[in-house]
T-cell receptor
């Protein structure tokens, strides 16, 4: 199956800072989704983004399918952004990577 | 819609006991997925259904695990007998028309096997 590599593996931010998370894939991106798993374990849908750019408030995502990567931008980070971010892609079923652990400090 | 519903939210049991986890997908969704999350292995897909029919169970760890979907609004994941290494968070998810469509996850069931 398709392999996903997320970077950085860990990120510590001060509240208000901006950051970019990246996912690289072993093959052309098919159906990519960004999730945020909050510290309570809940998996929250952020974006369904097979290609192009989407924005939702302080978050935006860009996927370049032919270049096999996707980016998640977090602007003006808040402590509620803490958690793990996943970007599974699917060739019939989602394959999750290790995620990026984000800690936003006050 | 209430989203994907899972029960129980927490389960503590002793080794050797039978455990049944339950899931109600979002109404109208054709696909249902069961995932397991552990520190060691991360999030892994166990099995998924299309219109109540199991499509891929290659992720089911062993014969002690079984899953059913008797109707479009209900699925169970059963472990019999349970072992301490089964301790994990089990998530159920559903998607609308294709396995590759946007997936929506339930809150998960945290299972502890003593």
């Amino acid at each position: 199956g398709i392999q996903v590599e997320q970077s950085p593996p860990d990120l510590i931010l001060q509240e208000g800072a901006n950051s970019t998370l990246r996912c690289n894939f072993s093959d052309s991106v098919n159906n990519l989704q960004w999730f945020h798993q909050n510290p309570w374990g809940q998996l929250i849908n952020l974006f369904y983004i097979p290609s192009g750019t989407k924005q939702n408030g302080r978050l935006s995502a860009t996927t370049v399918a032919t270049e096999r990567y996707s980016l998640l931008y977090i602007s003006s980070s808040q402590t509620t952004d803490s958690g793990v971010y996943f970007c599974p892609d699917s060739w019939g079923k989602f394959q999750f990577g290790a995620g990026t652990q984000v800690v936003v400090t006050p | 819609d209430a989203g994907v519903i899972q029960s129980p939210r927490h389960e503590v049991t002793e080794m050797g006991q039978e455990v049944t986890l339950r899931c109600k997908p979002i109404s109208g969704h054709d696909y249902l997925f069961w995932y397991r999350q552990t520190m060691m292995r991360g999030l892994e897909l166990l099995i998924y259904f299309n219109n109540n029919v199991p499509i891929d169970d290659s992720g089911m760890p062993e014969d002690r695990f079984s899953a059913k979907m008797p109707n479009a609004s209900f699925s169970t994941l059963k472990i019999q007998p349970s072992e301490p290494r089964d301790s994990a968070v089990y998530f159920c998810a559903s998607s609308l028309r294709q396995a590759s469509d946007e997936q929506f996850f339930g809150p998960g069931t945290r299972l502890t096997v003593l």
